[in-house]
């Protein structure tokens, strides 16, 4: 593996990656536009250490071109080796794949890149920004940080979604995805909920360009340390 994967792929072999290749066990579609696959993980457990918000490239062809997007591992299982995916849908390679995939598919995984570096000191608060595409690792990120309230803004809607959050603590500010509604929500009330608490810690997990947005404000302009933020952009538009 890793000869079909094109330029990015010889870059992640050549940084210590590892391949595996997935097989498909069953589906559900938890919406029409949000759909979970099983898998078995060809291995992927016991090879690499399994940790929260813990990822995996899949290479996807699109045209003739390898194409590789990641995914937050849902329920892993080391030992019965497996683990699920959900994939927001929309127009794309991915997508197209993930709406056909039925048991006994397989799909080559790629891992390289993946960590979690638990905030020390523990959190007073947490503030984390992500929309449906990183939802697991958004449900991954709670359930890792325990008892921590949390205020979360989440661009688009969350109907019929599995959002883990718990009301008890947990603060859902849903943003209508539209233009720059989300970073101006941010800008708006971020400031004064930082401000209120004394160990903070910010997650930012959206299209690579909100992203990118929002980790330099809350960085430069509200002057979060960069071991207190998180960033990491889940995909491109286009």
């Known amino acids: 593996m890793g000869q079909g994967h094109g330029w990015q792929g010889t870059v992640l072999k050549l940084m210590g990656a590892k391949d595996f290749v997935l097989t498909v066990t069953g589906a559900e579609d938890v919406t029409p536009e949000y759909r979970r696959l099983r898998f078995t993980d060809g291995g992927l457990l016991t090879a690499c250490e399994v940790h929260p918000t813990m990822w995996a490239r899949l290479w996807f062809d699109n045209a003739g071109k390898p194409h590789q997007r990641a995914y937050t591992l849902v329920d892993p299982d080391p030992a019965a080796g497996t683990f699920s995916l959900e994939f927001a849908l929309h127009?794309?390679?991915?997508?197209?794949?993930?709406?056909?995939?039925?048991?006994?598919?397989?799909?080559?995984?790629?891992?390289?890149g993946t960590g979690f570096q638990?905030?020390?000191?523990?959190?007073?608060?947490?503030?984390?920004?992500?929309?449906?595409?990183?939802?697991?690792?958004?449900?991954?990120?709670?359930?890792?940080?325990?008892?921590?309230?949390?205020?979360v803004w989440f661009e688009g809607g969350l109907d019929g979604l599995p959002c883990h959050a718990d009301p008890a603590r947990h603060e859902i500010r849903q943003v209508p995805r539209t233009g720059t509604g989300l970073v101006d929500d941010v800008r708006a009330t971020l400031p004064a909920l930082l401000a209120a608490t004394p160990d903070p810690y910010v997650w930012i997990a959206c299209d690579a360009a909100t992203t990118r947005t929002l980790a330099s404000?809350?960085?430069?302009?509200?002057?979060?340390?960069k071991d207190r933020v998180h960033a990491l952009g889940y995909w491109r538009a286009g």
């Open 91 to 112: 127009e794309g390679c991915a997508s197209d794949w993930a709406r056909a995939a039925r048991p006994g598919d397989t799909i080559e995984a790629t891992v390289q």
């Open 118 to 151: 638990h905030p020390r000191p523990e959190p007073s608060h947490v503030f984390a920004i992500g929309d449906p595409a990183s939802l697991p690792a958004l449900n991954s990120l709670l359930g890792a940080l325990g008892p921590a309230p949390a205020t």
């Open 217 to 225: 404000y809350v960085r430069k302009d509200l002057s979060v340390p």
